[in-house]
């Protein structure tokens, strides 16, 4: 048996949304969309349990902006320190410059700074490791000619070219295990 719901208490206000951002903030980064996002989550409990007019609604969600606006404004939130280190940790797990440009996106950085520099050198650095990782192509433990197309076809869809997808595969084992050492220490 489920106990009694508890009453949902007063309507979050600036200060109540603030201090919700500063203890979401102390465990995650985030950017600005995503803390919208986060205290949206929490106004819709609230008004749920309130069963809460639109017009309350609408105000807490000013307030939720504003608190948002403030936090960026004094560099508690930044979207492009966000991208930048978010960016970096996915290409040291080996994901492709769009597999990195769409996860930027969906987290809510703006285009602007989501945008990757076009460098050939990361993006093989990325699929060394990405194929490392997964243990295909020249790392595959028996090597298998017929395993090449699903190979290229595992490159593609995680958004690495043809070009490098190829390059990467048509590698020995030994210069395979070498630029993947190279790119572990960058």
């Known amino acids: ?45 609230w008004a749920r349990a309130a069963e809460a007019a639109p017009e309350q609604i609408a105000v807490c969600q000013a307030a939720a902006r504003t608190v ?22 996915l290409h040291r797990a080996g ?8 996860h930027l996106q969906a987290k809510g950085v703006p285009a602007e700074l989501a945008a990757l520099p076009d460098d050939p050198e990361a993006e093989l650095s990325a699929a060394i490791l990405y194929i490392g990782r997964r243990r295909i192509g020249p790392f595959r433990h028996e090597p298998d000619p017929a395993q090449r197309q699903r190979d290229l076809a595992r490159l593609a869809r995680a958004g690495f070219g043809a070009d490098i997808a190829m390059r990467v595969l048509d590698l020995s084992h030994a210069d395979a295990e070498t630029l993947l ?5 960058a």
């Open 181 to 185: 050492l190279e790119a572990r220490r």
């Open 95 to 102: 994901r492709s410059r769009r597999a990195i440009a769409a």
């Open 68 to 89: 948002v606006t403030a936090l960026a404004g004094i560099g508690v939130v930044d979207d492009a320190a966000f991208a930048a280190g978010r960016a970096r940790a």
């Open 1 to 45: 048996m489920r106990p009694p719901a508890k009453p949902p208490g007063p309507p979050p206000d600036e200060s109540a949304l603030r201090h919700a951002a500063l203890n979401h903030l102390a465990r995650y980064s985030t950017t600005q969309t995503g803390l919208l996002r986060v205290l949206g989550r929490r106004i819709d409990r």
